[in-house]
């Protein structure tokens, strides 16, 4: 795990060795898993350590040190293989937290996952994240939602800031379009109830293009009639208007 212990160091993270031997059975899993399901295009021991352990791990410049006590409550929506949540319960142990996936086989894979690498306090549920954010037990719950490479952001933060009590925040890993992303979202951001606070640049080891942190703030609640049903947020992000022909 060179490339990954020295990647978190210029991040300013420590990995301890307890962190270290989870994220090699983390890779073994993943590896093996994926000779029977399709969980990731990125096989490579090198290209995992950066791609997915360093980049999920890169959310902590974000996350402030409240976030990482006991309790905070942090939802991970479309995380797939288990990416960033899994990696930031690894190094910050005392988060509950919540992963949402849509596909079956991964959450199989996850459940397995967890109970390999000894997580406590981690939950999965398969569903869409439309059809959660309508759901008392979970709308408006969450100090934190996350999401990387899950969908633009008019449409991503019709999925995120749902879930999101009023005082907390969503972060949504972004690549080079970060900041056209986030314009273009503007409109969505402020129905839904959210603030832009900053977009943070991220430079890894490793990967040549800039990569970015978005964080949202909560500032009021989101109306009732978001999101909308599943499907409707990807075909219609709010705020976009169609050019007429």
Not at 23 to 42: D, G, K, Q, V
Request: net charge positive; aromatic share 6%.
């Amino acid at each position: 795990m060179e490339r990954l212990i020295r990647g978190t160091r210029e991040l300013g993270i420590s990995l301890r060795e307890e962190h270290i031997s989870l994220f090699e059975t983390y890779y073994r899993e993943l590896i093996e898993w994926n000779r029977r399901f399709n969980l990731t295009a990125i096989t490579d021991y090198e290209a995992v350590q950066v791609r997915h352990f360093l980049d999920s791990l890169s959310c902590l410049l974000a996350l402030p040190a409240s976030c990482l006590q006991v309790g905070a409550q942090v939802v991970d929506v479309g995380t797939g293989a288990g990416f960033p949540g899994i990696p930031l319960k690894i190094v910050c142990p005392h988060i509950s937290l919540t992963l949402v996936e849509a596909t079956r086989k991964k959450v199989v894979f996850l459940e397995h996952l967890i109970g390999r690498l000894g997580l406590e306090g981690v939950r999965v549920i398969h569903a869409r994240a439309e059809e959660l954010g309508r759901q008392r037990a979970y709308r408006e719950r969450y100090d934190w939602a996350v999401a990387r490479a899950v969908a633009e952001m008019p449409t991503l933060v019709e999925y995120l800031l749902p879930l999101v009590r009023v005082g907390g925040s969503i972060l949504a890993q972004k690549g080079e379009s970060a900041p056209a992303e986030v314009h273009a979202a503007e409109e969505a951001i402020r129905i839904l109830g959210g603030e832009v606070r900053r977009l943070i640049p991220v430079h890894l080891h490793g990967i040549a293009e800039t990569r970015y942190l978005v964080i949202v703030d909560k500032v009021a609640a989101t109306p009732e009639k978001y999101p909308r049903r599943p499907g409707i947020p990807s075909k219609r992000p709010l705020g976009i208007t169609k050019p007429q022909r």
